[in-house]
């Protein structure tokens, strides 16, 4: 009969430090957190860049900021995928859109650059020079740019 209580407020203390957890950590993917969170997204990730030239190290390390990863859908397979930004003052100019398969087995991206010093009456769309990574196929490339349309400052 003492176990049951004791069984209980193991409960409760673990449920409440995992909601701490929680509260600490949104419990949301970022890309650039995702290279060190598992050796398999590594992998991945390497196997997309290695034949890339001329990458930026920010685009081959995953590196930057970031805001949390949404899981999408594209041709019945589920992704994983986010914004990444070399930093947070240089977003509009320099931005990487990265998709994950929820298997890890699959990486794509699309690197986007808009000419520093863009008049701000001038369209970033319009003067964009887009850069797909991983052999995206036609839907893929599309869910990649949805994603970037879904930002308020992308016009």
């Not at 997204?41 to 190290?57: A, F, G, I, M, N």
């Not at 999408?72 to 977003?91: A, I, N, R, S, W």
Request: glycine share 6%; proline share 6%.
């Amino acid at each position: 009969m003492v176990r049951k209580p004791f069984h209980a407020l193991t409960l409760a203390l673990l449920t409440s430090a995992s909601a701490m957890a929680m509260a600490a950590n949104d419990g949301q993917a970022r890309v650039n957190e995702l290279l060190n969170s598992d050796p398999e997204y590594r992998q991945t990730w390497s196997s997309v860049v290695k034949k890339e030239e001329r990458l930026p190290d920010w685009v081959i390390n995953l590196s930057g900021t970031s805001d949390q990863m949404n899981a999408v859908t594209e041709d019945g397979d589920k992704y994983l995928v986010g914004p990444l930004c070399e930093t947070q003052d240089t977003c509009i100019n320099k931005r990487l859109i990265v998709a994950f398969s929820l298997d890890k087995e699959h990486a794509y991206a699309m690197l986007v650059e808009v000419p520093a010093g863009l008049p701000a009456d001038k369209s970033p769309t319009r003067h964009a020079d887009y850069r797909f990574l991983g052999k995206p196929d036609e839907g893929m490339q599309g869910l990649l740019k949805e994603q970037l349309k879904k930002d308020p400052n992308w016009y």
